[in-house]
């Protein structure tokens, strides 16, 4: 491991849609040695679903995304969006989360992070929705699904106007997050 730069953070890498079903497998020690590979320090992954914590520099981190979706796709062929969040702004938006009293399943409650703040989207009403509930954050959408993530009533089309990095994970997985970035 080698010693993070003096302007060093942690950020979080979630890579979107990798290992799900057969498509855009790769193993977390290939998703390691990829960040690793490129010069970014104390990298971690968490789970299998792309999360990757990491030092370095802001400079240097806001090119991570292209640099890892390029190194993934060149040595790997699994074609990837990476969004980058300083360590920072997934607290933020984890303690943000205004659906935690609401949820009894963690893995039902769900974030999608975007790159930047939420493009101004109309979300259906409350009424349709329900007994889904989904809140608007300044960058990231908050959905309680107690029928399951995959039974929402938001349909692809809505899901694709947040952006082509906009990215979901589980209450728990973020909760996993934000305890190793604290861990440090």
Not at 29 to 53: C, H, M, Y
Not at 90 to 114: G, K
């Amino acid at each position: 491991m080698s010693k993070p730069a003096v302007d060093s953070q942690r950020w979080v890498a979630m890579l979107r849609g990798i290992n799900v079903g057969t498509a855009n497998r790769i193993s977390m020690a290939n998703l390691r040695n990829v960040f690793t590979e490129l010069g970014f320090d104390n990298v971690e992954t968490l789970l299998q679903s792309g999360n990757v914590i990491f030092d370095a520099s802001t400079d240097r981190a806001k090119t991570a995304g292209a640099e890892v979706s390029g190194a993934l796709s060149s040595r790997f062929d699994v074609k990837s969006a990476v969004l980058v969040l300083s360590g920072a702004q997934v607290r933020a938006i984890a303690d943000a989360n205004p659906l935690t009293e609401v949820a009894d399943d963690d893995s039902r409650l769900a974030i999608t992070f975007v790159d930047g703040d939420l493009p101004s989207i109309e979300v259906p009403d409350d009424d349709f929705l329900e007994p889904e509930v989904v809140r608007i954050g300044k960058s990231a959408l908050y959905q309680w699904s107690p029928d399951g993530l995959s039974k929402s009533k938001l349909k692809p089309a809505f899901w694709k106007t947040l952006g082509p990095s906009a990215t979901a994970r589980n209450w728990r997985t973020v909760q996993k997050i934000v305890a190793l970035l604290e861990a440090d």
